[in-house]
């Protein structure tokens, strides 16, 4: 309720007033009319007061279960390009993406549904970065940016559509259900996708690893060696 809308229950409080008074006593005189007068300004303002305290005291609560509003959904801010082709496309592409998952996001009221989106957002946005920064990625990602990505956004789509319709039909609720339950595995899949992303670096750095360890042994550098060599002192 606003707090500028005035309460209406002084104006019946003085039509009641009005009522009573000329079923129960004369008004034929101003001398008849004055106290009537009188007694419907105290009657109003007593009235008036008592409405507006009530009023007061309802607003917060109305407050506190009011829906937040989202985030009004932001177009991103257009890059300039870089000179290779392949990767300009990839940047427009990824800001297309973005602002497309943010303007469903913004639509769809369903709070599980907006927190995947945000989870898809990140993790797409993050994948863009890392292709768009090592263009030769690109070919280990074909059916992510061909496929998968193409269809999540057409289910969201569907989703967003159908859920504006305001009808809860068989079609409508079954088909909305069944996005909801594959929305799981999409963001799981996406997660997978962007850490295979890294499989050739966490091989490069084992293989280090083990080069370093190997070396550190021969060098008798590992704690083993250090202290098989403290045995054989101790015991000489």
């Not at 639509?107 to 863009?128: H, L, Y």
């Not at 280090?208 to 042994?217: C, R």
């Amino acid at each position: 309720m606003s707090r500028n809308r005035k309460p209406v229950s002084p104006i019946y409080a003085i039509a009641m007033l009005w009522l009573a008074w000329a079923l129960i006593l004369p008004l034929f005189t101003l001398l008849h009319y004055l106290p009537l007068i009188i007694a419907a300004m105290i009657l109003y303002n007593i009235v008036n007061n008592n409405a507006k305290k009530k009023m007061e005291k309802q607003e917060p609560v109305t407050e506190q279960y009011k829906r937040p509003e989202k985030e009004v959904a932001r177009p991103v801010e257009e890059k300039k390009t870089t000179g290779n082709p392949e990767v300009d496309r990839l940047m427009k592409e990824r800001d297309v993406t973005i602002s497309e998952l943010r303007r469903l996001n913004y639509n769809i009221e369903n709070e599980k549904i907006s927190a995947q989106i945000d989870d898809i957002e990140a993790t797409t946005s993050r994948i863009f970065d890392i292709v768009i920064a090592h263009p030769e990625k690109l070919g280990q990602l074909s059916k992510f940016f061909n496929y998968y990505l193409p269809t999540t956004m057409k289910l969201l789509n569907t989703y967003d559509r159908m859920g504006s319709q305001g009808v809860a039909g068989e079609n409508i609720t079954g088909t909305m259900r069944k996005v909801e339950d594959t929305l799981d595995m999409v963001v799981n899949a996406f997660h997978k996708q962007l850490d295979s992303m890294f499989a050739g670096e966490a091989l490069d750095v084992n293989a280090d690893i083990a080069v370093m360890e190997n070396l550190m042994k021969t060098e008798g550098l590992t704690d083993d060696d250090i202290s098989q060599i403290k045995l054989t002192l101790s015991q000489e």
